[in-house]
């Protein structure tokens, strides 16, 4: 254990044998990785290596692309198929050459077009930790509490939509059904985490990891079930290998890079080939929908400028305030109490660091696998396992819950302000505005 | 640190104490809803079944089944269809549409998950039984095996008689009891077993599987002698009142595992069974010879008498063992784990620069038109955009929070700055980011402009990964149910408000073009609604508050003008009030726990959402 881990860098550097080595270590680490062999003749841009190239660069995109899935995907059998939504995934990347759009999609040619492709990828995307995450076995309890956050935000095809017109009720029915699922699902994780607590308080101290201390569902179940574990012991046999191979692939990477450095400038760039380019392209990006991306836009720009005007308004009375408070403070004081420039700019500094975190925090994305495992403790025992402590989470979550329940009261104001606007332009009708709860 | 946030979800729980059971909600229609439910409002029915009588109370009913779908009890309603359809146009509600099933999917999707795994655990807390556990292929195996083991009714069977000889010896047990348990105490042979297994109980985590190591010889030899009285002793045991029970039962267990291949532990009933079990011992020792033949498989390691009796895991979670090829596998795999997070690869080393230098030369290489910011980029930001502003909402609002908490004189100057200072650092990022949406608008543009806008048909989302930080696993503590159940609650909860805002946000913008293209109303005689109209009016003993408003509200929507307008306006109201009062919306510390209190906007008449006492 730790052999790959302690091996110092400069040994595996160069050498006779070190690409194949690396190259051996890539495949093993991504699914249906091809052999060295095939490197070595997508150099030299060899025609046999083209077939086993296109099928991984289709295999891994899939693979990825299947996460995020809104509606179940068919399976493009045939190659052609394949070799377009290679094409069209990478388009959406922003993978420029124009000469790996030109291949033909029989795939009769053009490994090293080929080879380029994934070693951009490979660099791009960080392909072999994103494997890594989307396989990782679960042996722990607890993924479903980040999971549960993923609910709100599901981008919706638009054709699931009515065609035409819309019967109130049908509205109103949905409402209804959408609240009961909200409490059904509620129900189901309160007896969850009641059962979870259960199997872990019964099963304490069976666990070989004294900072776990006790089992998992998937653990239990394997003592409950031995026939069916089986499955779950080989695959964490495979990812062991998997992760294995990515360590040493991790060790190695260098000289790959190297390597693709060598036939970057066997390749020349992309000549200018403008006579196919009208019928490429459109047939590439006719895939590419750019309609759910703008209404994200435009709902995004309507917040923030609801918010822009908001901190506009907020911002005026605040300074007007905090004139009002110095001018009063001068009056009354002999000398004003004005702020030291230096006490300012403390403060200017703080908040500024504040602010920075904050926009941080919105680049950081948590990643959906659910890698944290489940640890009950006692409350007085000690925490020596570096394990974070669900209070912490709870905190958070009851910040960010007030924060959206005044986000979400400030629209429903707002709203019932529009209908009294609008109410008001009827005739003959009385205007009553609910009473709402003010906190 | 617990009661900090115990009293916290009670409130907001007390709406969803009672499941909605099967229910799936009524249809769209108004007639022939079958309606079921568990109700807590016994004036419920009574007052509803009068309130429908009034023909053509059309919005209001259909809510009102909607509502009393989840509330009603042993109620079959028929209701006449309402007579007018209040429609409307397609573009002002598409999107609300889409949105709202979008929602309903997610929502299913997670519960269909949430109630297989509940029901993973339902069957690892039940009793664990012997001999064919429900495992997904036990079907190949119990074939092979079929020749020589009993059937599973012949288990069965012997399982009640079992049963019934247990019962039969606990009747006997209040006589015997005292005997025996001088014989435990007193016995040479079991002295040694009981102060091996006084370790596991009292430190379970540290000490159990050290303890069983010591106390292998004695138990071994202890078995061996007392071979021909075990039959006898072993029912005395097991008749004990439960709590003895629970730490006697734990003998057997402890000596199978020390056996080794010797014989597993019979059943009790074994001697005076003749004709039925004899093959359960040839069976069970012929695998565990098996186990012993072959080092480390993974059924081995559980204590063999673990599969001879049923038991539950609260009885004897604590003495189970995993296998050691899975300890093996298990321990390598958080090790390597381990590594890879704590290693830093791209960090300092040479890898990185040489890929960034691939990078750079690759994108020399480019030669297609189209803006830097590519599609999935794009989508990237503006999804990072929709947070940042998510989170600067948050950061104002507790700011303000902050500020008016305090009276406006007790603020220092230095809070009245740093407040100020902060508000308009968040001006200033909010302007950068509309820049910043400007300039992906343009790239978007430029995109779309490339070629026809068709939906693909590998779905809509894209992703770019491997950015960000990939490492962060770790592990989660909680130290009771209750606390893992606020965090759940409250997770859910805010998932459920940011739904919530999504469709606020979403629905369709303006109102007044909905209410102006409604069809006109059917006509309706106002009397034929009087019912209802004094139904929502009618003294209620509960909320004596909110009767003032409820009443002219009530002729409000039922006077007889423009009704169709009104239905409109209803909707409205409908998605702004009822929506928002889903369970649980109203959980802060206004509504006392328990108390079934529907919150304001509902009382308020505008849809009764939850079950209202006496309407």
């Known amino acids: 254990m730790g052999r790959l881990g302690r091996r110092p860098r400069g040994e595996t550097g160069t050498g006779p044998g070190a690409l194949p080595k690396a190259i051996a270590a890539l495949s093993r680490a991504l699914p249906g990785g091809p052999s060295p062999e095939t490197f070595r003749r997508a150099k ?59 291949l033909p999609e029989v795939g009769s040619h053009g490994s090293c077009e080929l080879l380029l492709a994934f070693s951009w990828l490979l660099a791009y995307l960080s392909l ?97 079930f031995p026939e069916s574990s089986k499955q779950l012991l080989q695959e964490l046999e495979s990812e062991n290998s998997c992760l294995e191979a990515f360590l040493e692939w991790k060790h190695m990477e260098l000289v790959y890079w190297q390597w693709m450095d060598t036939v970057l400038d066997t390749r020349p760039g992309g000549m200018p080939n403008t006579s196919k380019q009208d019928v490429f392209l459109p047939e590439i990006l006719q895939n590419y929908s750019p309609k759910y991306v703008t209404r994200e836009m435009d709902r995004v720009q309507k917040n923030l400028e609801a918010l822009r ?13 905090w004139h009002m408070k110095v001018s009063k403070c001068s009056q009354r004081l002999p000398r004003p109490p004005e702020l030291s420039t230096a006490k300012r700019k403390e403060i200017q500094e703080a908040v500024g660091y504040e602010l920075t ?13 659910g890698l944290q495992r489940l640890v009950f403790r006692k409350a007085r025992e000690p925490n020596n396992s570096g394990a974070q402590s669900v209070t912490k989470i709870i905190q958070l979550l009851k910040r960010e819950e007030a924060s959206l329940e005044r986000t979400l009261r400030r629209l429903q104001e707002e709203c019932q302000q529009e209908l009294a606007i609008l109410a008001h332009g009827l005739e003959g009708v009385i205007w009553i505005p609910p009473p709402y709860p003010r906190r | 640190m617990l009661a900090s946030f115990s009293p916290a979800p009670a409130p907001a729980l007390h709406i969803w104490e009672k499941p909605a059971s099967t229910h799936n909600a009524a249809g769209p229609g108004g007639a022939g809803a079958r309606i079921r439910g568990r109700g ?70 997670k519960e269909k998950d949430l109630q297989q795994s509940l029901a993973r655990c339902r069957v690892l807390l039940q009793p664990w039984e012997v001999a064919s ?39 006997r047990k209040g006589i015997v009891r005292v005997q025996s348990e001088e014989s435990v105490s007193s016995g040479k042979a079991v002295q040694p077993l009981v102060a091996a297994q006084a370790g596991p109980g009292a430190r379970p985590r540290t000490s159990n599987p050290k303890a069983c190591v010591p106390a292998r010889p004695p138990a071994t030899s202890q078995r061996a002698s007392s071979g021909v009285k075990r039959p006898i002793r072993a029912p005395s045991h097991r008749g004990r009142a439960p709590k003895d029970a629970l730490t006697h039962a734990k003998q057997p267990d402890h000596l199978a595992p020390l056996e080794g291949p010797a014989q597993p532990c019979p059943l009790p009933s074994q001697g005076q069974v003749p004709g039925v079990p004899t093959s359960t011992p040839v069976s069970a020792s012929r695998e565990v010879g098996a186990v012993a033949s072959k080092p480390g498989p993974e059924q081995g390691k559980t204590p063999p008498d673990l599969r001879s009796e049923p038991f539950t895991l609260k009885e004897k979670g604590t003495q189970l063992q995993l296998p050691l090829l899975y300890k093996k596998i298990a321990s390598r795999n958080s090790s390597l784990w381990a590594q890879i997070q704590h290693s830093q690869f791209d960090a300092d080393s040479d890898v990185a620069a040489a890929k960034a230098h691939f990078l750079e030369r690759m994108k020399k290489t480019f030669d297609m038109p189209g803006p830097a910011i590519s599609p999935a980029e794009v989508q990237e930001e503006v999804n990072r955009l929709d947070r940042a502003c998510h989170l600067l909402t948050q950061h104002l609002e507790e700011t303000l929070a902050m500020s008016g908490e305090a009276a406006a004189d007790s603020l220092s100057l230095e809070q009245e700055y740093r407040c100020l200072v902060t508000l308009e650092g968040l001006q200033a990022t909010v302007d950068q980011h509309l820049l910043r949406l400007q300039e992906l608008r343009e790239a978007e543009e430029h995109w779309s402009g490339l070629g026809p806008a068709e939906s693909p048909p590998w779905g809509l989302g894209l992703r770019v990964g491997g950015r960000g930080s990939l490492w962060n696993s770790s592990r989660l503590s909680y130290s009771s149910a209750r606390e893992l159940q606020t965090v759940a609650a409250l997770s859910l909860r805010v998932a459920m408000l940011k739904q919530q805002i999504h469709l606020q946000e979403v629905r369709p913008p303006a109102p007044s073009t909905c209410v102006l293209r409604l069809a006109p109303a059917g006509s309706y005689h106002s009397d034929s609604l009087c019912p209802a109209v004094r139904a929502r009016g009618e003294p209620d003993p509960v909320h004596t508050a909110s009767r003032s408003v409820r009443r002219p509200l009530a002729r409000l929507r039922w006077g007889g003008l423009g009704t169709g307008r009104l239905v409109a306006l209803e ?45």
């Open chain 2, 571 to 615: 909707l409205w109201w409908s998605l702004r009030v009822c929506l928002w009062c889903a369970p649980g919306s109203d959980g802060g510390a206004s509504s006392p726990a328990g108390s079934r209190e529907p919150c304001q906007p509902c009382s308020a008449g505008a849809l009764p959402c939850h079950p209202q006492p006496a309407l």
């Open chain 2, 133 to 171: 556990p429900p495992s997904p292929e036990p079907a190949q195996r119990r074939d092979k095996e079929a020749a020589c083991e009993p059937t599973p009714k012949d288990l069965k069977e012997l399982e009640l008689l079992t049963q019934t000889l247990e019962k039969a010896l606990r009747v």
């Open chain 2, 40 to 109: 807590s409002t016994p004036a419920g029915p009574r007052q509803f079944s009068r309130r429908a009588g009034a023909a053509g109370v059309c919005v209001l009913v259909c809510q009102l089944q909607l509502q009393l779908a989840a509330t009603s009890p042993q109620l079959s309603l028929h209701l006449p269809p309402p007579p007018m359809a209040a429609m409307l146009p397609a573009d002002c509600s598409r999107r609300l549409v889409a949105e709202l099933l979008g929602a309903l999917e997610a929502c299913q999707k």
């Open chain 1, 357 to 369: 975190t904050l926009d941080q925090d919105c680049g950081v994305k948590r990643h959906p696998c």
């Open chain 1, 44 to 102: 030299f841009d060899l025609p046999e290596a083209v077939a086993e190239l296109w099928s991984l660069l289709f295999s891994l995109l899939w693979l990825i692309h299947q996460e995020d899935k809104v509606s179940p995907r068919d399976l493009p059998d045939a190659l052609e198929g394949q070799i377009r939504f290679v094409k069209w995934v990478l388009r959406c990347h922003g993978y420029g050459r124009q000469h790996f759009y030109q």
């Open chain 1, 128 to 224: 072999p930790e994103q494997f890594l995450f989307l396989r990782c076995v679960h042996q722990g309890d607890g993924v479903w509490i980040s999971s549960c956050k993923d609910l709100a935000r599901c981008p919706v095809p638009l054709a699931l939509g009515p065609k035409g017109r819309v019967d109130i009720r049908y509205i109103q029915w949905l409402l209804g059904k959408l609240r009961f699922h909200w409490r059904n699902l509620y129900e189901s994780q309160q007896e969850q985490c009641t059962l979870l607590n259960k199997i872990h308080l019964y099963t304490r101290g069976c666990h070989p990891d004294q900072s776990i201390g006790h089992l998992s569902v998937p653990e239990t179940e394997i003592l409950r």
């Open chain 1, 309 to 321: 005007e908001r901190l506009q308004e907020v911002v005026n009375q605040q300074r007007a305030a």
